[in-house]
């Protein structure tokens, strides 16, 4: 339905290079991404507020990139709400319709605020709506449009969590009824309770598009394994280990991790669980093939007991208790050695 092929755009301090997916129609499409990586300017690019610099951006087989606004088909929802301050609720939702020369526009308006549920604010003006009202109108503006996608920037950022909430049931509703949505956001939450289908965006680039169960589970960048607490990510190549079912894990030709995978030799990804690696003040003898020696250069509380960050050249993050930190006398600056088993790395590409 909505398709970019090798977009490229600039816009500022922003730019985006080789930017390509394809949004099925009935798609809720998150792209999720930090702050300031200019999700807002792709959308705006897509809209046809900014211009690519180049690449092609196609509407159900229809080349639009070079269209103006008001021939896409498209329509944007921003983080801060643009409703007309001196328009009441009704004639914001009325604006499209009415430019559109629609029959019947009171119906479609108390049709379109009952959907977003502001059925009984339709005479009053935006001030006196809650961050949340606000932006079901801006949405039923948006639907009035007959708009073949929405695009929303940052939806719920600004609002408190009970309306948070609430705004992310309605667009699930919307979307089971065959709205499409292009949705952007930082917040990975917000993104797994939504999508479909997740494109995260990092460095100027897509770096992987996905179902989020797919994204998540085999992380395919720092940005995301941080996101869901696997603090221990290392980009590096595996590398067999002749008469040995091992391999080895190698870190810009320094570290080296003894890893139990079936992956062929190359370029990955290697993950490692905080609550699989173990910290003592002397070298373990056990069975863990990875044994290093670190300082300790921060001690935290952690959602269950404390993390502690080991700099062995890299850092990693090790789960604690408080009765361990006692027990082994940790402390900032003190020299420790840090241990884990082979089969604990999870390598992907």
Not at 85 to 94: L, M, R, W
Not at 159 to 175: A, G
Not at 194 to 206: D, P, Q, R, S, Y
Request: hydrophobic share 40%; proline share 2%.
């Amino acid at each position: 339905m909505l398709k970019l092929e090798n977009v490229n755009l600039s816009a500022g301090k922003f730019s985006l290079s080789n930017i390509n997916f394809e949004v099925e129609k009935g798609d809720y499409f998150v792209i999720l991404g930090s702050n300031g990586v200019g999700k807002t300017i792709l959308l705006e690019s897509i809209v046809g507020i900014n211009k690519i610099n180049c690449g092609n951006i196609y509407l159900n087989s229809d080349e639009i990139s070079k269209k103006e606004i008001n021939q896409r088909n498209l329509s944007m929802v921003y983080q801060t709400i643009d409703l007309f301050p001196h328009f009441s609720v009704f004639d914001n939702i009325a604006f499209p319709l009415k430019n559109r020369k629609e029959k019947k526009v009171q119906e479609k308006v108390i049709e379109l605020a009952r959907t977003v549920n502001v059925e009984d604010k339709l005479n009053q003006k935006p001030d006196t709506l809650s961050g949340g009202e606000m932006q079901r109108v801006a949405l039923a503006r948006c639907l009035a449009t007959d708009s073949k996608i929405l695009l929303l920037d940052e939806p719920l950022s600004s609002l408190d969590t009970k309306s948070k909430n609430e705004l992310k049931i309605l667009l699930r509703n919307l979307n089971r009824k065959g709205i499409t949505f292009v949705h952007v956001t930082h917040d990975y939450e917000e993104a797994i309770s939504l999508a479909n289908k997740i494109a995260v965006l990092e460095n100027g680039t897509i770096v992987d598009v996905n179902e989020p169960e797919i994204i998540f589970k085999n992380p395919k960048s720092e940005y995301i394994a941080n996101f869901i607490g696997h603090k221990n990510f290392l980009k590096g190549k595996v590398k067999s280990i002749q008469n040995s079912d091992l391999k080895k894990f190698i870190v810009d030709n320094y570290l080296e991790i003894y890893c139990l995978t079936d992956l062929n030799d190359g370029e990955g990804f290697l993950i490692i669980s905080s609550d699989d690696i173990s910290i003592s003040n002397q070298k373990e003898i056990s069975s863990n093939r990875n044994n290093f020696i670190g300082n300790i250069i921060d001690i935290s509380k952690a959602k269950i007991g404390y993390e502690i960050i080991v700099d062995l050249g890299y850092k990693f993050a090790v789960s604690i208790s408080k009765e361990s930190i006692e027990n082994l006398k940790l402390s900032i600056g003190k020299e420790v050695w840090i241990s884990f088993k082979a089969s604990a790395c999870k390598i992907y590409r």
